[in-house]
């Protein structure tokens, strides 16, 4: 049993009392003031009233003192809070006094003096407040103003998530916000400081904060995950970092704990994906390719000349200005590559389908650097064309239906591109090939044509019952 | 006598009135170079954002089948074969048929389920061919709907709406996405010969401009009526005709200024090119026998539902946004046992053959297709239950729906029952979600694909709609 700490616990009990009395008083005084002698028609019972409220104040001061021994407050904030307090017990007992000794004096200087001590009553309440609740509790949920926060990057809705840092933009406030306060360099608890990226990684009484890769390691992902009850659960009081964060630094910690680290949705699970989005707005969920990558606009003039020679021309959306092109014609030629290269930037989707499209005129096409899809389809392109095909680094699906394309070619475009669908029916690949293909690249999808098994005539429970 | 109230603007008129206009178009086209390409008369400027599919064709099966014996397993079912559902299952509304029905005898489901594919997704034997290819579809077992009969819920699927007048889905699709073949409507529907179902009302473009309105291609030789010329017309005359009448309708237009002259004009051109398109792409003469082998041996007869999915499939490689099959017959109040393998026998192989037919030709990159009705079907018998006979009530408070291609998730069953089929219990999809995954998935913003009309912004989700992500791949 620690009397020190019992006793200590009542203070934020106590404090109410000697506010609560004082404020009594002090409306009594106003009362007299301003003439209301039928309810108060003695300073005495004022004076009775500040006496009380005095005790009771000294009471809350003693009791504040002995919980100050236990070190779960920052101790800058804690000695501001517990001068004020002596301040305004001082300024109590002068008033009382004063009250008692000069009876004549003027009632507006003893009503003075009385607001200075509400004032100071405030004050004191407003910064014990502030170490049990924290500096945000009172205006957490008021306007910007109040708050006083700068604009992170994180309550701009435009933010593009892949440019959230994870330490710098999500954890760092959080330990800033929940740890800082305790662990400085002026009183750095537990031997440990988290200011800095750096601190993370210096040992302190428990062991280091934080060990990359191993969150099971970390001391600092251990005490915020203990359950609240727990002695060595942090921080000690007020609410946990929140579910999210802790997930959020593990999942930092396991994937290296580097300082610049982002999120990557391959990386991520999808219960971290769904916290992500619920907590800040931040959506990993996996999007294709074409969905991330930027592309600047056209100028209408090209689009117009694209168009006029014979392509289908659409932006992917109102803000997206990849293309989707698609040659309307039953012979391509120079001219239409040559239309095709100027634009080649911001081709995502390509349909050159059906249009004479030789191996050499695919030779001609400067590269698409974020082509994802190409339909080739019906066009005389052999197996010299899969050269073509492989320097298109995001190429996801490729339909060679209808060509020339063999097996060999097939096997080496599968082999050396990211390419995950392949569209080979009426091709020189045999049925053979296609199926020893499949077998070595099982992780792609290898379509050529499709029939049904023959399946035999069901029978209803009705039936089946009858012939029992 | 000269209609001073419709007289062409001055010179001056045109400047002193425009210039603001004209200020305010060259500064949105600075915020979004998007907002000036692209406009075309009466439709929006294409996609939102990135679109998974261009395309979406409907495979609507008229009357509701019931779910319990094609996706929905309910083991328990069979367990309380004849047995009273008990009360407490049903809770929530009734139908005044189910409410004047005696008694209210569980059924088992008719034919025998399995899992199936790699997914193991569930599946009766009535589908074999739907089940082969189960790994391709996206099965929603939690649809509701809000009516409980056919029309006001087929129109609801269709518009968001109960009552006839909105636009439909094919028609919000074609104002919001525009055609991608000059020769052919956007919206094209095709009914089953003898299994007739849906209506032209759900062709409607409501309020939305008429070119946006679903055209019905019917079997046989004259796919669409009165496209012909008549005897004794020549292609020759009639061309002559029509640029006779374009430059009356220009001199028309050079004095109102109407865009409704030019659309009419352009809608006329359509119907004129429409007179080679259609016959072209309705002609299945070309197919190959393998082809026609994968559809099952009705796709040789017009009319039939596996004839459309060729035909659907031959749409859809030319561009046409919106493709809707109607096939009716599926309302089994009664003789159940009867007539859905009927049904099901002239829908699973085809249906399955159009997805795998998409997919072989790489089109079911960027084409959704759609299964289902306008509501599920009661867990208890309508009607006597017999030794082999019973029927199964309307249910709009659970059914199932398929979905396959662009964007959306392979092999994934999506939503759950109670063990009697009876109430949703895990992750509901009204159908206004349904519609707004469907616009999601064509690069559509539910919320911004909206219409004013009568001084108010109208949409196919109404007010309503959450899109589905779970569901999206």
Request: negative net charge; hydrophobic residues 40%.
């Amino acid at each position: 049993m620690e009397w020190d700490l019992f006793l200590g616990r009542f203070h934020p009990l106590l404090v109410h009392l000697p506010i609560g009395f004082f404020i009594l008083g002090y409306i009594f005084e106003l009362l007299l003031k301003f003439g209301y002698r039928s309810i108060i028609s003695s300073r005495k019972i004022i004076i009775l009233t500040y006496t009380v409220g005095l005790l009771a104040g000294i009471a809350a001061a003693l009791s504040g003192w002995l919980l100050s021994f236990s070190d779960d407050y920052p101790l800058s904030a804690l000695d501001d809070h517990k001068l004020l307090g002596i301040l305004t017990l001082v300024v109590m007992l002068i008033l009382i006094f004063y009250q008692i000794k000069v009876p004549a004096a003027r009632d507006t200087l003893k009503l003075l003096g009385s607001t200075i001590v509400v004032i100071l009553i405030a004050a004191t309440g407003h910064l014990g407040g502030n170490l049990t609740h924290g500096p945000d509790y009172l205006v957490e949920y008021g306007p910007g103003i109040l708050r006083g926060s700068q604009m992170g990057l994180l309550e701009n809705s435009e933010v593009n998530p892949d440019s959230v840092l994870i330490f710098q933009d999500i954890l760092k406030p959080v330990l800033q916000d929940k740890c800082v306060a305790c662990h400085n360099s002026e009183q750095s608890r537990g031997g440990l400081k988290l200011e800095s990226y750096r601190d993370l990684f210096k040992d302190a009484e428990h062991g280091k904060p934080v060990v990359a890769g191993n969150p099971e390691k970390s001391e600092l992902f251990r005490r915020i995950s203990l359950p609240a009850e727990d002695d060595l659960a942090m921080p000690p009081r007020g609410n946990s970092i929140g579910y999210t964060n802790i997930q959020i630094l593990k999942h930092w910690i396991a994937e290296g704990a580097d300082s610049l680290a982002i999120f990557k949705s391959d990386a991520i699970s999808g219960e971290l994906i769904a916290l992500l989005i619920r907590d800040y707005g931040l959506d990993y969920s996996p999007r294709p390719y074409y969905e991330k990558v930027k592309a600047d606009s056209l100028s209408e003039g090209i689009l117009k000349e694209l168009r006029n020679g014979g392509f289908r021309a659409n932006y992917l959306g109102e803000n997206n200005f990849l293309l989707d092109v698609e040659y309307g014609g039953d012979s391509i030629g120079e001219r239409e590559i040559q239309l095709l290269n100027q634009v080649s930037k911001n081709i995502t989707f390509l349909k050159l389908s059906g249009c004479k499209l030789s191996d050499e005129m695919l030779e001609g096409l400067s590269p698409i650097p974020h082509l994802t899809r190409a339909d080739l389809s019906k066009n005389p392109l052999t197996g010299h064309s899969a050269a073509y095909l492989m320097e298109q680094l995001h190429l996801e699906a490729v339909n060679l239906n209808d060509t020339e394309i063999d097996a060999e070619a097939l096997g080496k475009l599968l082999s050396e591109s990211g390419i995950a669908r392949v569209y080979i029916r009426n091709t020189k690949v045999s049925e053979d090939e296609i199926s020893s293909l499949s077998q070595n690249y099982a992780d792609k999808e290898i379509i050529a044509g499709f029939t049904f098994e023959k399946v035999p005539e069901a029978k209803s429970v009705f039936e089946q019952s009858q012939e029992e | 006598m000269k209609d001073h109230h419709h007289k062409p603007l001055s010179r001056r008129d045109f400047l002193g009135k425009s210039t603001l206009g004209l200020g305010a178009i060259s500064l949105a086209s600075l915020v979004n170079p998007m907002n000036l390409y692209g406009s075309t008369l009466g439709r929006m400027r294409g996609p939102h954002f990135a679109p998974r599919a261009k395309r979406v064709i409907f495979l609507n099966m008229i009357g509701a089948p019931s779910q319990l014996d094609l996706f929905d397993y309910k083991p328990v079912l069979t367990k309380m074969h004849g047995v009273e559902l008990p009360d407490s299952v049903m809770g929530g509304r009734v139908t005044a048929t189910v409410a004047a029905q005696a008694t209210k005898p569980i059924v088992r489901p008719l034919y025998n389920f399995s899992q199936r594919g790699e997914s193991g997704m569930w599946m009766s034997d009535l589908l074999p061919h739907m089940a082969q290819i189960a790994d391709e579809l996206c099965m929603i077992n939690s649809m509701y709907t809000e009516s409980v009969q056919h029309e006001p819920a087929q129109m609801f699927t269709h518009t968001g709406s109960e009552i006839p007048g909105r636009p439909t889905m094919g028609s919000w699709i074609s104002y919001g996405l525009g055609s991608e073949n000059e020769n052919l409507p956007t919206y094209i529907a095709l009914m089953t010969k003898g299994n007739e179902g849906g209506s032209t009302r759900l062709l409607s473009s409501g309020f939305l401009p008429a070119e946006h309105q679903g055209v019905q291609f019917r079997s046989g030789k004259d796919a669409v009526l009165f496209l012909n010329n008549p005897p004794g017309v020549t292609g020759e005359t009639r061309r002559e005709q029509l640029d006779y009448l374009q430059k009356l309708q220009q001199k028309n237009y050079n004095e109102w200024e109407d865009p409704a002259i030019k659309a009419k004009m352009s809608q006329y051109e359509m119907a004129f090119r429409m007179q080679t398109s259609v016959p072209e792409v309705m002609n299945t003469d070309g197919e190959p026998e393998h082809i026609y082998e994968l559809y099952g041996e009705d796709s040789k007869k017009p009319g039939t539902f596996a004839s459309n999915c060729l035909l659907a499939r031959r749409l859809a490689e030319r561009g046409v946004r919106f493709v809707q099959l109607y096939h009716g017959n599926w309302d089994h109040h009664s003789n159940l046992p009867k007539a859905i393998p009927k049904r099901c026998k002239e829908v699973d192989q085809a249906s399955a053959a159009l997805i795998m037919d998409l997919k072989q030709r790489g089109l079911l990159e960027d084409t959704l297709v759609i299964w289902g009705g306008e509501f599920g079907r009661t867990s208890f018998s309508q009607g006597q239950l017999t030794k082999d006979n019973f029927g199964r009530d309307h249910h709009p408070d659970a059914y199932t729906m398929l979905m396959a291609g662009a964007g959306v998730k392979k092999g994934l069953t999506y939503g759950a029952t109670d063990d009697f089929g009876y109430h949703i219990t895990e992750n509901k999809v009204h159908v206004h979600d349904l519609n707004a995954t469907i616009l999601h998935l064509l690069g559509l913003d539910h919320e911004r694909l909206n219409y004013k009309y009568q001084g108010r912004r109208f949409r196919l989700t109404d007010v309503h709609g959450d899109v589905v992500k779970d569901i999206l791949s």
